[in-house]
């Protein structure tokens, strides 16, 4: 299992551009899968969880479902009332956090620290090797936009054989602490995913 995660660290890390901390990620795979009402109808919430490390280019695909550019004007995988596109995908992994940069399909890291212990209030998901926090200060809006980015990458874990839960219970005070948000963003809700437990 070492080795496994040693490896998977070894190709996020190989992948970095010029900053050493952040992470270039491979190009998103914007075609095949399961057909979309498969998809739909074999979506499940899953409580069990592999330690089993994510390739990188399935945390690059799953970040483009969440919050992609899907077209040459800027368009996101997800509509946002107005076009506003004011909200933020977290990636928190055991080598640290990282925001998700679209534009340079890049993960800007925040911390070194694995921040999984504060979205660990259910033992179920602490094995779980990535978790997305959805970030806004848009009130009215951001948990409707939120809803739409945590659907797309249920669809996409179920396509890819993934498992995955949406989850409120995580430690909102001291996440916004560690990821240095200002006073008017919250972390709206996470998302667990992983590979099931056998």
Request: some cysteine; glycine content about 8%.
């Amino acid at each position: 299992m070492k080795k496994l995660l040693l490896f998977a660290a070894a190709g996020l890390c190989c992948a970095a551009g010029a900053n050493a901390q952040d992470i270039n990620l491979p190009e998103p795979q914007t075609t095949g899968g399961m057909p979309l009402m498969e998809a739909i109808a074999a979506r499940r919430t899953v409580r069990a969880y592999s330690e089993r490390p994510l390739a990188p280019q399935t945390v690059a695909d799953l970040l483009w479902s969440a919050w992609g550019i899907s077209s040459a004007d800027g368009k996101r995988t997800v509509p946002t009332a107005r076009n506003q596109q004011d909200i933020d995908v977290y990636a928190v992994m055991a080598d640290g956090t990282y925001l998700y940069d679209a534009k340079n399909n890049l993960l800007k890291q925040v911390t070194t620290e694995d921040l999984r212990p504060l979205l660990a209030k259910q033992d179920f998901v602490s094995s779980a090797p990535l978790h997305l926090l959805f970030v806004s200060a848009n009130k009215k809006y951001g948990g409707m936009h939120a809803g739409s980015m945590y659907q797309n990458v249920g669809l996409a874990c179920t396509s890819m054989g993934l498992a995955n839960v949406v989850r409120g219970m995580i430690d909102n005070e001291q996440l916004k602490q560690k990821l240095n948000l200002p006073e008017e963003e919250e972390v709206i809700i996470s998302q667990t995913i992983g590979y099931p437990a056998e």
